[in-house]
DNA sequence: ATCAACGTCAACGTCGGCGTTGACGAACTT
DNA sequence: AAGTTCGTCAACGCCGACGTTGACGTTGAT
């Protein structure tokens, strides 16, 4: 007997290592396991004897897929911005597009990503990684530059769509982003992928409130809103 | 000395009977520590250690003030919802007014009443109180009955509104419910009263947005998307 | 001067959840 | 058949946070 052998640190790492199938789709379970209940009851709430049992295993098991809870989370957030921030880039990157078509795009790529990656994602957009103050970890502040990254280029294409004389300039950049954003990230409190609408109905659907409004034809006509708002409501 | 005095849950009991200002004061102080630090760090985070510091006291005083966690908690976000309701239901009742009139007046109640009552109303949507599972105490079932509540009359003014032929039929109520509370709700990761915005001003642009769309008139002319949007994607 | 009430806080009990240990059967190896 | 690896789990140590205790100055009433 090797003096040191039987740690379940040490068994995971080699475990891992190796790599085998079984493994990795067994951890894949347990990830998914805990991305289901940090969804429902939020990353605090959930107890990890929960993610066993919804794992079908004792909670001292989730030891020989995850060293610790943390890793867990963390595993499973990881690689959400990296899939947008890649696409932003290549959008960005196509001289071809104008800012509208580059806003539209990414609207669209998100929420179906957010479908496709679901749970993982609306874990993400729950736990509010980017806000400082959760944890001081190098990790935690990857995470938030990142998230910085993704902000400053959507601005960006925001800003483009304003100087091509789409966008309304009336409304800040900011404000026409937490709309956006607003609508898009808020799906995480109601949308369940197959209930009834794809991601990308909901993505087009809101697509065309922000572009061209909720009101009918008729509507338009009888209340007219399309002045510049902020500063009527200042003065 | 009477066996069983000096009990910290006495002396809060007796303390609250006896409504002093300075007693009401100092709670209200309490309370605005946790509320700033729960929106801050979320409830779970947040250490009641924390909170005493934040409020300049030991941590052994809140007790005099709040008999637990879950206590802060539920006088913070305990009213909020009231205030909505009762507005809702005003608008309702008044028969002089159509569906877009109450839906425009209640979105900008809700936004002024989120920024009035900052961060308090915040802690409450951060905190997901309407989600089932949270918790199931009475206290967390009436605040599930009244969301529903409160939900069900948005859905009507919606319903109006497509009715009298002002909002679009091709897009479900619940989509107009859910991108309207989007871009509403979604302000408690970004708003703050005094940044140089006003919450009237948000919940004038973001209504503007709403109805109007964000395109200028030339980029109306530009990128047209008014088309029954489901169908379009469906087909 | 005395006493009670008030606001406060050092110190304690308690408990729930995290991470680890060490061992047990099953399957596969040699 | 003996040994080794793999996945698993009962049991433990530990720590941090909650809620309580009991007592201390301070203030105001009698």
């Known amino acids: 007997m090797n003096d040191k052998s039987s740690n379940i640190s040490k068994r995971r790492r080699t475990a891992r290592a190796k790599d085998s199938a079984d493994y990795v789709a067994k951890r894949a379970e347990v990830l998914g396991a805990a991305a289901t209940l940090f969804k429902q009851q939020g990353f605090h709430s959930t107890r990890l004897v929960d ?27 990881g690689g959400v911005l990296d899939t947008a921030i890649a696409a932003a880039q290549e959008l960005g990157a196509d001289v071809t597009l104008t800012g509208m078509q580059r806003l539209h795009q990414i609207f669209v790529i998100l929420m179906t990503s957010y ?60 404000l026409h982003e937490n709309a956006l954003f607003g609508m898009l990230n808020w799906t995480h409190r109601w949308f369940v992928p197959g209930g009834g609408l794809t991601g990308r109905q909901v993505a087009e659907t809101f697509w065309s409130i922000y572009t061209g409004g909720a009101l009918t034809d008729s509507g338009r006509k009888k209340i007219c809103t399309s002045d510049p708002v902020l500063s009527v409501v200042n003065g």
Do not use: C
Request: charged share 30%; glycine share 6%.
């Open 115 to 174: 479908e496709e990656n679901y749970p993982a994602t609306f874990v993400y957009i729950q736990e509010q990684m980017h806000q400082v103050g959760v944890q001081e970890t190098e990790w935690a502040k990857a995470i938030l530059k990142r998230t910085r990254l993704f902000d400053r280029m959507l601005i960006d294409f925001i800003k483009e769509g304003i100087e091509e004389g789409d966008l309304r300039s009336d409304i800040p950049p900011r």
């Open 51 to 77: 993610v066993a049992r919804e794992a079908g295993l004792d909670r001292a098991t989730i030891y020989y897929y995850a060293g610790s809870k943390e890793e867990l989370l963390q595993d499973i957030v």
